[in-house]
């Protein structure tokens, strides 16, 4: 019978984790819900920057000023995106195993890393990197104003020349059982105007460079919003896909419990009938 109190004692846990992920999925797609809608109306108006700028600059990137500038320096900066509560299945980790194969590919660089959410910093502190900046409370209420200070600040960097590359990776939303992990230079901010705008019959005032001159900063700052606002939508689609299947084993876990336990059970019953009926026959002989 003791057996059956520990059975008895692991169905009652199991079923209190199965409240608490099913509770944890929930406000997961609550919040997926905001994030999704925030990362899908940003969307459109960062293309639509990018657009106008390709279409202004018209392949005058020697005039654009220093943000365009390609330099043949090697600092590298990784400003990597993470989340600050795990449960979220593969987020981090798979940001990590991206983070290491993008390192492959700038060998010859002298690296460094922004740290955004602190989920990867202990991994990262492990492997001896070299964690220049960390920032948390964005990723909990995420707002333009704070995303334009660290905007600001990696502008700075560059334009300083502490870095010669400045990297964005994160976690790019798909849907919620899907998040593709991904990368994009920030600075120097690569003009594809060769190759991708058409001619275009305006007249500007004041004139186009001028123009692309005083949106470019603007722009800098918007692919920052939108890298957090893709890595915040991932992490709650993340978080409720690992809940959902959390759910789910706990209610198979639950069911096998409860049938092993009915087995005993009813094993235990028979074996007392099985006495009760020898001791019986021990008496009647």
């Known amino acids: ?36 809608d925030d990362i899908e109306k940003l969307r459109p108006y960062a293309e639509k920057l990018n657009k106008l700028i390709l279409d202004l600059s018209d392949g005058a990137s020697d005039e654009l000023g220093p943000l365009v500038e390609d330099r043949q320096g090697k ?3 990784f400003v ?21 194969n993008l390192d492959k590919d700038f060998q ?12 990867g910093l202990e991994p990262l502190k492990r492997k001896k990197a070299n ?12 707002s333009f104003d704070q995303v334009n200070n660290i905007a600001n600040n990696l502008t700075s960097k560059f334009l300083e020349k502490e870095y010669d590359k400045i990297i964005l990776v994160y976690n790019k939303f798909k849907n919620a059982a899907s998040q593709i992990p991904s990368h994009e230079q920030l600075l120097p901010i690569v003009n594809k105007s ?11 005032e004041p004139s186009s460079i001028r123009i692309v001159q005083s949106i470019l900063p603007k722009s800098v700052n918007t692919k920052v919003f939108k890298s957090l606002l893709e890595s915040i939508a991932s992490e709650q689609g993340a978080r409720m896909t690992a809940m959902h299947k959390a759910t789910d084993n706990a209610q198979e876990l639950k069911d096998n419990l409860k049938l092993t336990y009915n087995r005993q059970r009813q094993a235990a019953i028979t074996s007392e009938i099985l006495e009760i009926v020898a001791g019986a026959e021990a008496l009647n002989s």
């Open 194 to 204: 060769n190759l991708d705008s058409q001619s275009k019959d305006y007249i500007f």
């Open 80 to 100: 990597v995106f993470f989340s600050n509560r795990g449960l979220c299945g593969g987020f981090n980790a798979s940001l990590l195993k991206y983070l290491a």
């Open 1 to 36: 019978m003791a057996n059956l109190k520990e059975i008895r004692t692991r169905i009652s846990s199991v079923t209190s984790t199965m409240k608490i992920t099913s509770a944890m999925k929930m406000v997961s797609a609550a919040k997926l819900k905001k994030a999704q």
């Open 108 to 119: 010859d660089y002298k690296k460094s890393i922004f740290c955004i959410g602190k989920k």
């Open 131 to 142: 964690i220049i900046q960390t920032e948390t409370e964005v990723v909990n209420e995420p």
């Open 75 to 77: 600092k590298v900066l």
